[in-house]
């Protein structure tokens, strides 16, 4: 009997390891040490811990918050709901803010979902492109006639969240390694700010209403100009630009500029 081809054997490992499809068994010879399942269990186990170990890695906070084992049987559940379709684990726990808002029991505490999607957007900040940002001198030499056309490009690690529960202070006591406060709600989600700093430190801010709506303008590509208009709900209209400048100068001066085109 002709043996399976090294291809065949590998496709049916890779099912054995990644949904517990038989077929392999066969293959497998058992020794001392265990059987064919037995065996293989180890393979497939030691392939679960290494995605557990990754979802912990990219949710520390929401792994204190829980405790090591319902962050793990949460973590299962997660790999049976959605197995690992990437070729880097890095991106492996994307889907886990969606679930945790999605699957009981987890649905029924909305401050897990909330701190998993704040965690992983400071992972999507670290590893964002690396951009020069802009200085006050290049926003200087453009000519006050063309301020109104300016289009100012954001950072590539900038990310705005609004956010109900206090999980940025979770995030800052667990990087600290200080318990985690009590989970306590707004009335009102408070819009945030996440960016990465030239040492390379994941930062964030809360922001007034105000500088989250530029800020939001300035995602959409809106222009200096624009930017004036949508500010005329917070200031007088003479006083816009002036407005505008100063939450330009802050934005400025933590990096989240990168470059300045003006439309045509």
């Known amino acids: 009997m002709k043996p399976p081809a090294l291809a065949d054997l590998q496709q049916q490992f890779q099912h054995y390891i990644l949904s517990n499809t038989p077929g392999i068994d066969t293959a497998v010879i058992a020794n001392a040490r265990g059987d064919a399942h037995a065996r293989l269990a180890v393979y497939a186990d030691a392939y679960q811990l290494r995605l557990l170990e990754a979802l912990g ?16 049987r949460l973590g299962r559940a997660y790999i049976e709901a959605h197995p690992s379709d990437t070729a880097s684990v890095r991106w492996f726990g994307r889907h886990l803010p969606q679930f945790l808002r999605d699957t009981a029991p987890y649905a029924a505490r909305p401050v897990l979902a909330e701190l998993a999607r704040f965690e992983w957007n400071k992972g999507e900040v670290f590893d964002a492109p690396d951009a020069e940002p802009l200085n006050l001198e290049a926003v200087a030499a453009v000519p006050p006639q063309d301020w109104p056309r300016m ?12 956010l109900r529960w206090n999980v940025p202070a979770m995030c800052q006591a667990c990087e ?3 318990p985690l406060p009590r989970a306590r709600p707004r009335k009102q989600p408070r819009p945030w700010l996440l960016w990465r700093d030239e040492a390379l430190d ?3 801010r809360p922001l007034a209403a105000d500088d989250a709506a530029a800020l939001d303008g300035l995602g959409q590509g809106h222009s200096f100009g624009e930017l004036c208009e949508l500010l005329c709900e917070w200031v007088k209209p003479d006083h816009a630009a002036l407005h505008a400048a100063g939450l330009l100068k802050r934005w400025i001066v933590d990096g989240l500029i990168v470059r300045i085109e003006l439309a045509d």
């Open 202 to 204: 994941i930062r964030w």
């Open 176 to 178: 600290a390694q200080n």
């Open 151 to 162: 289009h100012l490009l954001p950072h590539p690690g900038l990310r705005r969240l609004d």
């Open 57 to 72: 890695n990219d949710y520390e906070a929401l792994r204190q918050i829980l405790g090591a084992r319902r962050f793990e």
